[in-house]
């Protein structure tokens, strides 16, 4: 079972743009308890406040979740690509705990797996 | 982040290199801050996008920490944790896997090499960093039975067999299922050719864990050398039931079933081999061999019925190559089974429709439908545009001397040995059997 954490929109509520226009869904390099990264090809201002859809894409069900959440930080990690961090503020917490489990359970089913091949105590 | 970690890390990684190798500028730099929050810094961590270029730095900079995605084609990310392996004892080095790739079988893969850890994408911060310290306090602060484990790896590196016997035997006093310390006993005996001790070593450790994963490999590949393939392929079916099949692995049970007469299995392990996504061309001979033999063995029997599937599996692999069309449709043929070499033939590639090969398979399969005065023509039309087989040959002398063209015949002959020198002989031994008229 293999599965993918998406931002498939990025408004930004000040100006109403929708900033991954053009861009297609994005794909979470990285999440926290309540924070995740994204790769953007253009600028978004720190401490921007946004309204998000996340989407997770597992084999079996496509799972939406939308959030607003502020702009912590935008870093150009090479030319034209920027490594954006978004605090997640108003969310359904209960549908985020589930996605987390979800990942880290796929994550958990791995590690069982690849301890008992290694076979070290 | 615990300090403890932190200083646990700087002392681990010294004066040496962290190499991180991501295709994503975006997951690099997301693991690149998760480095950093660790409390490596900048300037010991050397970055790549690239499998050639991260193997470069693998050898000139020796990194003691590589984090790698799995696939960075042309590259595995597996190949450049492999030489870190060369570089350092065990302790001294960590390679993790941070992917995409969730399949069972590259866990498989990466479990059974020197990978420690195998992250998956998109990961936590958290996690990374707890499988880190997981793996550095391992490494750091082994336990005896580590310890021991480790003197005898050291002691097997530098040929000092006996020693390293002594470790493991040692280390199996500080376990309570030891079975790792067997595996590498028995890796010892391997090393020395002493398979009865190895087979020993690996079932004592597959007692104390049944379904101790190196202990079955290490058991199923002695057998295969000793060529107790039955054994060998007992071993193969626990090790099936219980577990992914790596790639590598999935040639050499593919191998074991066919030695073994269970055929019945290939078709199960061509669903494993379709599924995986790194295909090597030396997997696909193999499976399509396996799959060829199993053919070629229901032909034997006369059964042509059962040995398509396996065909026609064969032909999947080898993408319906026109070389291993030819193959099956010469076996089909010389078994008589004609409307099986014709439906074979008719899986022939588009692009290879009219080429050489199909045209002297198309002459074969209609001698059987056009008249003698038709096949002539064909044929010559064949060897006159250069598509002259010694089957072709063959078939055209023997037509040649039924209808008493003999002249023709000849004439042919002496066309046949301009390519086919040592054909001769059996081209005149043809036409001797059919009296001139």
Known sequence: ?121 | MSTNFAAQMKAFLGDGICLLVEPSSSFGASLQSCLAEIGIPLSQVATSKKFEEAKKIVEEKKPKLIVTEYDLQPGMGLELIEMQETQYDDNARIGMIVTKNSSDSAVAEAAEGAVDAFLLKPFSVGIFRTKLSDVLTRKTRPSDYQKLLQVGRTKAAANDFEGAIAAFNAAKTRETKPSMACCMAAKIYERQEKWELALAEYRQGRQFQPLHYKCMIGEFEVLSKLKRYADAYEVVGRLRDNYPIPPVRLGEFFTAAVFTYNFADLPRYFEMYLAFENRTPWLTNLVAVGLTAAGKYHLQKKDPAKAMPFFEMGLTARGRDITYVELVFDELMKAEAFKEAEFILSKTLPADVGGKQNNQMRFRIDQRTLTPEQLVERGKRMINEGQGSPEIYRLMVELLAKLGRTTMAESMISTAAKDYPDLRPALYAILAKYPAK
């Open chain 1, 1 to 121: 079972m293999s599965f993918k954490l998406e931002m498939t929109m990025m408004k930004n509520m000040t100006t109403a743009m929708d900033v991954l226009q053009g861009q297609g869904p994005l794909e979470v390099s990285e999440y926290g308890a309540s924070d995740l990264a994204v790769p953007l090809r253009s600028v978004v201002r720190d401490g921007a406040l946004v309204s998000v859809n996340l989407r997770l894409v597992s084999p079996a069900r496509v799972f939406d979740f939308p959030a607003t959440g502020k702009v912590l930080s935008c870093d150009e990690v090479e030319a034209g690509v920027f490594r954006v961090k978004v605090q997640l503020r108003q969310f359904d917490r209960e549908a985020w705990s589930q996605i987390l489990l979800i990942l880290q359970g796929d994550q958990t089913r791995v590690d069982a797996l690849f301890d008992s091949i290694k076979g070290e105590p």
